[in-house]
Every structure is written in C-alpha cells, then in structure tokens.
C-alpha cells in the first residue's frame, strides 16, 4: 500500500470513455456496498415492517405435505435447544453456498474443481495518508522482494470504511489445499504487504474460503424454490455476488405473492427456474473466467515462482531497456487490460434476458438484439423493449403548467415496479390503454398503472431518450411486470378500444399462468372475440388469507 505502483486503472463507470455507458443504462451510480454493511440495513428495514429474524435459529430438515400441499419445516433455538415445526405454503432456499436445503432438494449440481484457497481478514487500519493520492476501490499488493508464503502470495485490500476498515484477501498458491499458517504469521505477512510498520493493525475478523465454480442447474423442486449463493457459487471478481442474489429475490418475490394471493396460477412459479437459472450458469462462468484472467496477470508478476531471484530479475525487467524488458512490459499491459470485462463489466451486470411463459413474444417478428460475442455481452449493456428485457432507463418531466422550478426528473424505471403491472403509451394512446387496464383490473384484481409519455402527457420526454428507445408507435404501448422486466409491447396499436381491453386480457392471463377463459383455451392469436367477464380457474378481485 505504500511501495511503488506499477498499474492504475478505472472500474464500474469512472472511465471517461465508458461514463456516459453507465449513465445511460442507469438512474443509480455504482455503490461500494460490503455485506458487513448492507445487512444491518435490510435486517432494520425487515424487522421496522413486521419481521422477525431469528439468528438464534437453526434449520434442520423440512418435508414436502402433498396431502395439505404446504411444507413442514424442523428448526431448532439455538438457545434453549427447543425444536419446533413450521407448516408454510412455500420454503425458499436462500441458506448460502453450503445450503441444506439444496442438499435435502437433491438438486443437480454441476460443480467443477475448485480453483484455490484465500484468506478475508477484515481489519482497522487508518491509511488515510496514503489514500490522498491513491484512492481506490481495490489495490492488488504484491512483495517482490520478500520471500512468498504459499499461504499468501499476493493481498487485494477492498476498502469497507474509507480509509479506516478495510477486507485484506491473502490469495494461496493454486496448489495447496489447506491453509496451515498462525495468526501471527498471517498478519505479519498482511503487515508486509501494508508496507508501512507505523500503521498500527487491528484484525476484527478472519475466515478461509474456496474458489467454487458451481451452480444447481434446477432451482425449483416442488414447493421449494432456491435461490442465492445456495445456487450460483463463484469468487467474488465482478462483484456479481449480492447483485445477483437480489435479483434472484426480485424475480421470485412478485410471482409468489401473485400466487399466495390468488392473481396469478401457480405455474407462474416454475418461471422462475427457467429465467433465472441461466442467469447464474452465466454468472458462475463469468467470475470464474475473470479469476483465470487475474492467475495469468500473476503469472507475468512471477508471483508463481518459487525463487525469489527469478522474481526481482521479473519486477527490475520493468525498468529494462531490452526485448525482454520490451516484452514483460507488453505482457503486462495486455494482463492489465484483459481485466477490462471485470472493471467495467456493465453487460454482465445488467443484461438479464428472460424467456418463459411469464413474457410474451407472440407479436415479435425478430429475435431479439444479442451481442456477437460473450465479450460483448459483458462490456456493454442492451437496451431494449423487447419482452424479457429490463425496461430501458430513460429521464421524465412530470408535466407542469406552474411558473418556477420545474419538478425532480424521475427515470422511467422509478414509474414501474411497486409491486404492479404499468404500461408506458404516448400521444393519444393514453385514453384507449387506461380503459383497457380498468376493464383488466376489475376483473382480475391485478393492479396496472397506465402513463402517457409525451408533450403534453403525464411525463414529458424532454431528451427524447423514451422516444428513441420504446420502440412502438405513438398509441402503443410497451407493458411491464412488477420485476421491471417487459412483459410484452404492442408496436401497432389495436384498432379500437375493445380489441385493446381483448388484448391486454390475453397477455395477462398468458404471463399470468392462466391457460383458460370461460372454459376457452388461449390461442397465440392476437385477436379475441367477444368480451372477457370473467375467468375460469383464475384471479379475481378477492382477499386470500395467507398463514404460516
């Protein structure tokens, strides 16, 4: 931390080449938020809203009732050593990358060997004299010089309270298999790495870990749905860990609470498995990679060597003016940027593309829009409407007639979500699809907020960024789920107002799991005859009671 630096590089948006990607594919900024950090704030906001969380709690074993159709789960208090039993409409498997219940689910696994040990030494270390002119997220600390414990060949510090609380992650040599140092040395070798013997260090905590290049390739299993490090696990590089653990609980929230209160089939749940258990085969691989990527950068460092000579004549071949000083510096180079897709990794990040029952491409005459090349795929973010994207981020006016301050802008993400369905329409297109809606609300029960986009509209596309990204005509309409994900988009709009109510109709009902209509199949025909009253086996505008 206090020695010479070799290499400096951008991440997640702060390129001046890659800014203005970021911005446009976000209303949010890229956020440093460690785990240490972040549960104590879901824990208070889960706990402020009715929830009890019980860390003094341990699950042991649960069966699936097909007679009551409810899971019966054993958990025992760790405290006074009393078992209990609770009876659930649904168990989900969020229990982290040694979970029991995918254990007990039996789901298939696919899990390559793993790719090391490494050691996460959370600790207090005030360096914030050497971070004035070397703030960073991540700094990669090597020792040329010194001889390399097998325990530690390298330390990556993360930053968790600048400048002060900091994760120190000692990377093993890929070939041992069991970390066999002290405590003593292991801060000792995190002290060398530091380079500074004046900064006094505290260690809060200590823990071993292995690289895992594993994911289940079901998710689901009757009742019980899997998500998380209980399904996808990866090293940490990309920082898609908490990202797409949220996004697991994102997509599987909303279809639950459809189903458990009666506005949606239960099949809706099997999509769940099938848009997201792609997104973590993805995932694992993409982490993975990026760790083989940062083991050839060691390799040009001569981090693998044992011989501490070959090392320094590696580190001094840097400064050399020499075809090998030419070539090691070149090797170097091309490492450091080949860690590109980790540092702005925008497309790995944000492109979740779903196709299951739960989107509707019926009316799509092309595939969608994917990138060439798995490399593509992670640098860079698709936007787009069609269904199964996450609806384009794009800045609104809310219109105003008022003299003086115009209002906060808000992002068309901000509009949708909330635990309902919303469709986006334009000029004219407003009065036609808000009909359709209520008509589609009172019958099911399912609330679908409608927004006109536009001059003169409920929002004003002042940047003409919704215009260039909506991809549907001015009175049509792209609807979207309580996920942010679109559902479906009507380029062209209906002829009239009761073919649109028809329409809506149908697309709910599909994405909805529903099959039948006043004991009508659906057909994939876009055209419904006759005026839908009601449903056969379907929602409706009726409170279900829910217990546990």
């Not at 823990?207 to 009742?223: F, L, P, V």
């Not at 004549?313 to 980790?342: T, V």
């Not at 005509?473 to 109510?501: L, M, N």
Request: glycine share 8%; hydrophobic share 35%; proline share 5%.
């Amino acid at each position: 931390m206090a020695g010479e630096e070799l290499s400096r590089a951008y991440t997640f948006g702060n390129d001046p080449k890659r800014h203005g990607e970021y911005a446009e594919a976000s209303p949010c900024e890229s956020a440093s938020l460690p785990q240490n950090r972040l549960e104590p704030i879901l824990v208070r906001y889960a706990t402020q809203n009715g929830f009890r969380t019980r860390f003094d709690t341990k699950f042991l074993n649960f069966t699936q009732n097909e007679e009551t159709d409810r899971v019966e789960s054993v958990i025992e208090d760790l405290i006074t050593g009393q078992k209990s039993m609770v009876s659930s409409k649904y168990l989900c498997g969020a229990d982290g990358a040694g979970s029991r219940i995918v254990q007990e689910l039996q789901l298939p696994l696919h899990n390559l060997p793993g790719g090391g040990l490494s050691i996460n030494l959370l600790i207090e270390a005030d360096m914030s004299h050497l971070m004035k002119t070397s703030p960073g997220l991540l700094h990669i600390l090597i020792r040329p010089d010194k001889p390399q414990p097998y325990f530690g060949l390298l330390g990556i510090a993360r930053f968790i309270k600048p400048w002060t609380e900091w994760v120190i992650v000692l990377i093993a040599h890929p070939t041992i298999t069991k970390i066999e140092a002290s405590v003593t040395e292991i801060m000792d070798r995190v002290q060398e790495l530091i380079g500074d013997n004046s900064i006094e260090v505290k260690l809060k905590n200590m823990s071993i870990w292995k690289t895992n290049e594993c994911y289940a390739e079901q998710y689901s299993k009757g009742r019980v749905h899997c998500l998380g490090d209980a399904v996808h696990r990866h090293p940490p590089h990309n920082g898609l860990g908490s990202n797409t653990c949220i996004q697991d609980a994102f997509n599987l929230a909303w279809k639950m609470a459809y189903v458990l209160k009666g506005r949606a089939d239960p099949s809706l749940l099997s999509t769940y498995n099938e848009e997201r258990q792609p997104i973590g085969r993805y995932i694992v691989g993409r982490a993975n990679d990026t760790a083989r990527l940062h083991l050839s950068l060691y390799k040009v460092l001569g981090l693998l060597d044992p011989d501490i000579e070959r090392k320094q004549q590696i580190y001094a071949q840097f400064e050399e003016d020499s075809p090998e000083g030419d070539q090691r510096r070149n090797a170097f180079r091309k490492a450091i940027r080949d860690l590109e897709e980790e540092r702005h990794g925008l497309g790995g990040e944000m492109n979740q593309w779903y196709k299951s029952a739960a989107v509707y491409r019926d009316d799509e005459t092309d595939e969608p829009q994917i990138p060439a090349t798995e490399h593509e795929r992670t640098l860079h973010h698709i936007e787009s409407t069609y269904p199964g994207y996450r609806v384009p981020h794009a800045w609104l006016s809310r219109r105003t007639k008022r003299v003086g301050p115009r209002p906060v802008m808000v992002s068309t993400r901000d509009l949708c979500g909330h635990g309902r369905f919303t469709i986006f329409t334009g000029i004219g297109g407003k009065p036609m699809w808000a009909s359709a809606a209520a008509q589609a609300s009172e019958e099911t029960g399912v609330e679908i907020e409608v927004y006109g986009i536009g001059w003169g509209q409920d929002y004003e596309d002042t940047f003409f960024s919704w215009f260039d990204k909506r991809c549907v005509e001015e009175k049509g309409a792209v609807f979207i789920r309580p996920d942010r994900t679109v559902a479906w988009r009507c380029k062209t709009p209906p002829v009239d107002e009761k073919a649109c109510g028809d329409k809506l109709m149908l697309v709910l009902t599909r994405v909805l799991g529903f099959k039948k209509r006043w004991g009508n199949e659906d057909s994939a025909d876009s055209t419904i005859n006759g005026h839908v009253n009601g449903w056969e086996n379907g929602p409706g505008p009726k409170e279900t009671s829910i217990s546990s």
